[in-house]
């Protein structure tokens, strides 16, 4: 799935330089010398890019930027709420209007409780943005709801910053998945 | 494991606090009165929003590069922070592989009075607005407080940044003067399009880190300057 991902978004680094010049919007000196002095606060460089402005409907750069993967959820809980469903109510509306898509829906879960917990957990919240988006009209076969658990956690602590991020649903749009 | 995502700042960093920041974001601009043809002209048809409708963007009328896009981006940060360049009037939602989402913002002068590490403790939808007391001396036809709507200057959400449970009185909220999308603007924080403070809210749970970079160049504010709100001609 990830795979996919990187293809949509990443652009090699010569294609950079080229779009770069091309579009005129190259990072001007100033705008060098400030990125490089808040290098101590974490950022390092500011480079637009992709000419993704008005991205073309029912591409997954569309999905990205005007829909949005993920959905964010409450500790031991897989259920949705008003933010949730929000978010999923524009997904329903973008897969009804681009049935060519098919969706995995990723559940992950940091929660606390075992292994086992987690991983039943994190399926529960896949099952639960499934559910919904076949509530709102979207074809069961076109969903696919996997839990994963604690992998690929976005950020290793017990915090909230990193909690609130772990806990979530992504929702991987594929034109030719494996299911 | 907070090592793992938190870099450490200097204490003068941590510290950076350039100003008071009592009374909050300052809106001066309560859209008090219908818009002019100037102002109009940003604007293009209607959305409802929980039940509220409001004035959508005129797109047409902005420069592509404060619009919503994906970009490549560096950053140490973990996926879902956001980061807010004031500097360069851009707002970045950090995405995996070297990406970002990267919006256009408008800074007010409380916008540029902190820097460092927060996080978003508190969120609203159609905030209600309260101005400051100094500005009601100013503007005594200002209400004491202002119910969440159209024409409320904080637009249709607001997100609220503390630290260490503190209220910083720094917000991300909307704007009613889309034209001041790219600029340094004498009110609020970090203002934007109504259409994007409702999707950056999506993307941002309570919980979320921010990192508001140091402002660099960033230019002085006259405060006594009258407050624009109308679009440039």
């Known amino acids: ?7 949509a978004v990443r652009v090699p ?10 579009a005129g919007c190259a990072t001007s000196g100033r705008q060098a010398a400030i990125v490089q002095s808040n290098q101590d606060l974490g950022s390092t460089t500011d480079t637009p890019v992709t000419a993704s402005v008005n991205a073309e409907g029912g591409t997954e750069e ?8 993920r959905t964010f959820f409450a500790e031991s809980s897989a259920n949705l709420d008003d933010t949730a469903r929000t978010t999923l109510d524009k997904q329903a509306q973008w897969l009804l209007k681009y049935p060519h898509w098919k969706v995995k829906l990723q559940g992950f879960a940091d929660d606390p409780g075992s292994v086992t917990e987690q991983k039943q957990l994190s399926q529960k919240r896949a099952d639960a943005v499934r559910n919904y988006l076949v509530s709102k009209g979207v074809a069961a076969e076109r969903l696919k709801a996997k839990g994963y658990g604690r992998d690929r956690l976005v950020g290793d602590c017990t915090d909230i910053e990193c909690t609130s991020q772990n806990r979530r649903v992504i929702s991987n749009p594929q034109e030719a998945p494996d299911f | ?51 509220i409708v409001f004035r959508l963007t005129n797109w047409k009328k902005i420069d592509p590069k404060w619009r919503r896009q994906l970009v490549e981006y560096q950053s140490r940060e973990p996926q879902g922070t956001v980061v807010v360049d004031t500097s360069n009037h851009f707002l970045y939602v950090i995405f995996e592989n070297q990406t970002a989402l990267r919006y256009g913002v408008g800074v007010g002068r409380d916008g540029f009075r902190w820097y460092g590490r927060a996080r978003i403790d508190r969120k609203a939808l159609w905030p209600r607005w309260i101005p400051p007391p100094e500005m009601r ?24 940044l503390f630290r260490n449970g503190k209220d910083l009185g ?5 704007t009613l003067e889309p034209w001041s999308i790219g600029t340094n603007v004498s009110s609020g924080c970090i203002r934007m399009f109504s259409e ?3 999707d950056l809210y999506q993307r941002c749970p309570i919980g979320t880190r921010v990192l508001v970079l140091k402002h660099l160049g960033a230019p002085v504010i006259n405060e ?10």
């Open chain 1, 62 to 69: 569309d999905f990205i930027v005007n829909v949005g993967r």
């Open chain 2, 137 to 160: 001396v100013r503007q005594p036809e200002l209400p004491e407080s202002m119910d969440g709507g159209p024409d409320n200057p904080l637009g249709p959400r607001a997100m609220y």
């Open chain 2, 170 to 174: 720094y917000r991300l909220h909307g």
């Open chain 2, 196 to 198: 994007d403070i409702i």
């Open chain 1, 1 to 7: 799935m990830i795979a996919q991902y990187c293809h």
């Open chain 1, 13 to 22: 680094a010569a294609l950079v330089a080229l779009l770069v010049v091309v």
């Open chain 2, 224 to 233: 006594a300057a009258p407050v624009d709100t109308e679009p440039p001609l």
């Open chain 2, 1 to 51: 494991m907070r090592h793992a995502i938190n870099i450490p700042l200097t204490r003068r960093e941590l510290f950076a606090i350039a100003g008071s920041l009592v009374a909050g974001c300052n809106l001066a601009s309560a859209a008090t009165t219908k818009p002019s043809k100037a102002a109009r002209a940003y604007f293009s048809g209607t959305g409802e929003d929980n039940g």
